[in-house]
């Protein structure tokens, strides 16, 4: 059922990738697939028969392009796992981040699980599969408190001697922050921090704005896996 979701969720998610320099000389930077958008001319045949299968009127964003970009974001995902968010909370987190990694693939990642500690079950950059980063989150069993601030200050670790443009933290939680320091003030040192804030059931909102405002991102409510999507493109389109 959770991959399924996940699955879902991925097929629903559209997250735009960093702006493309276009200062590159040609030749420049790493060579991707992209949908067209009226720059490119190096038609990806390959890629735009896939996403046109079964289409009777395919768009133009149909259309997949080789665009060279030389900008990778580096994002790490902070999942809660505390006793607050067993249940279908869990496997929908799960969910989100398998699709979410399958979305950033070129980008580096780095998954973090936390309760009253925190655990890196994906370090940056390490190449790992969609489905084997929702199994690992699966196996983490929910438990404990909610220590906030710990798992940012973990986060942030990670992402030493990032450029502040392209280092990003992702959390996803119901804020219940119950253990530990105020986590604003950790927040606060994050170059970008934005929110999925769980709100099917006791949530803190204002603590989610809190830590999405301090760490110069937003705060986006979602109640189950069907806000996911929109939430998440949302907030890497900002």
Do not use: Y
């Not at 980008?107 to 980063?133: I, K």
């Amino acid at each position: 059922m959770t991959r399924q979701r996940a699955r879902q969720i991925a097929r629903r998610l559209s997250v735009p990738r960093p702006p493309r320099d276009h200062r590159a000389s040609r030749g420049a930077g790493e060579l991707v697939s992209a949908p067209w958008r009226g720059g490119s001319d190096d038609l990806d045949l390959e890629r735009t028969l896939e996403v046109i299968a079964g289409k009777p009127l395919p768009e133009d964003e149909d259309v997949v392009v080789r665009e060279r970009v030389r900008r990778r974001r580096s994002v790490v995902l902070v999942v809660d796992v505390s006793g607050s968010m067993r249940g279908e909370r869990a496997r929908t987190a799960a969910a989100t981040v398998g699709a979410l990694v399958g979305e950033l693939g070129r980008d580096r990642l780095a998954v973090v699980a936390f309760w009253s500690d925190a655990a890196v079950l994906v370090r940056l950059g390490e190449q790992v599969s969609p489905l084997a980063v929702l199994d690992l989150l699966l196996r983490v069993p929910t438990q404990g408190l909610t220590n906030v601030s710990f798992a940012l200050e973990v986060a942030g670790r990670q992402l030493a001697g990032v450029p502040a443009r392209d280092a990003r933290v992702v959390l996803l939680s119901d804020a219940v922050h119950n253990a530990g320091p105020d986590p604003r003030s950790m927040a606060a040192r994050l170059s970008r921090l934005d929110v999925l804030l769980d709100v099917s059931g006791e949530h803190d909102l204002d603590l989610g704005r809190d830590l999405a405002r301090a760490g110069r991102g937003h705060c986006r409510p979602v109640r189950d896996h069907s806000d996911v999507s929109a939430a998440l493109t949302a907030l890497f389109a900002e």
